[in-house]
Nanobody, 129 residues
Framework: QVQLVESGGGLVQAGGSLRLSCAAS???????????MGWFRQAPGKEREFVAC????????SYEDSVSGRFMISRDNAKATVFLQMNSLKPEDTAVYYC???????????????????WGQGTQVTVSS
């Protein structure tokens, strides 16, 4: 069993940056390193939506259109951690951000909620205008 814990959220002004981290624990290294990872977010009153994903070795990434060019996902398998660098933040980026582990082995990068079976508790990101 793998547990995921996000950190790095907070309050930032529009145009600022934050770096989110998601650390895996439990049977972390054996499982984490072979699965794709994703970041999702959920704003109040809205459905959870895809933000970014990365395959098992970091060689394949994908982004939701509104964050492409501003956010960057990466991973450090030695530390069983995935990151989300968020730059040029906008008020509409305000949400709870969740990291997730893919169900299947991660040669590819997954974008759908149903493709993920393990979720963190989330970290709040608030961008003020």
């Amino acid at each position: 069993q793998v547990q995921l814990v996000e950190s790095g959220g907070g309050l930032v002004q529009a145009g600022g940056s934050l770096r989110l981290s998601c650390a895996a624990s439990g049977r972390a290294l054996n499982v984490f390193n072979v699965h794709s990872m994703g970041w999702f977010r959920q704003a109040p009153g809205k459905e959870r939506e895809f933000v970014a994903c990365v395959n098992w070795n970091g060689g394949n990434t994908s982004y939701e259109d509104s964050v492409s060019g501003r956010f960057m996902i990466s991973r450090d398998n030695a530390k069983a951690t995935v990151f989300l660098q968020m730059n040029s933040l906008k008020p509409e980026d305000t949400a709870v951000y969740y990291c997730a582990k893919s169900r299947q082995y991660g040669r590819t990068c997954y974008r759908t909620i149903g493709d993920f079976d393990t979720w963190g508790q989330g970290t709040q990101v608030t961008v003020s205008s």
